[in-house]
């Protein structure tokens, strides 16, 4: 059984900062690229950045482009994403995904996802 969890998620002010992690157990990161999507209440889950396996390139959704930091260290079985200067419209329920079929490149498409983590809660207000 393949798992994703995330953690550290929490209550931060506007344009405060959080870095969420990314674990992963019964497989390795290293071949895999990972996204990271959120879901607010209401609305659809839609894709926040991705990560190659070698962590070499990264992507972002314009929302979050130079504001959020995808990065990841393979030897721990971690990725993370760092976010700064955070606004109340980042309030979500943020995940980590990882592709694993062989080959597999950066994707927003969420159906290239087969393994997902339950999500952690960030909530940005005063």
């Known amino acids: 059984q393949l798992q994703l969890v995330e953690s550290g998620g929490g209550l931060v002010q506007p344009g405060g900062s959080l870095r969420l992690s990314c674990a992963a157990s019964g497989f390795t990161l290293n071949y895999y690229p990972i996204g990271w999507f959120r879901q607010a209440p209401g609305k659809e889950r839609e894709g926040v950045s991705c990560?190659?396996?070698?962590?070499?390139?990264?992507s972002y959704a314009d929302s979050v482009k130079g504001r959020f930091t995808s990065s990841r260290d393979n030897a721990k079985n971690m990725v993370y994403l760092q976010m700064y200067s955070l606004k109340a419209e980042d309030t979500a329920v943020y995940y980590c995904?990882?592709?694993?079929?062989?080959?597999?490149?950066?994707?927003?498409?969420?159906?290239?996802?087969?393994?997902w983590g339950q999500g952690t809660q960030v909530t940005v207000s005063s």
């Open positions: 995904a990882a592709m694993t079929s062989l080959w597999a490149m950066c994707s927003s498409d969420l159906e290239k996802y087969d393994n």
């Open positions: 990560i190659s396996s070698s962590g070499v390139s990264t």
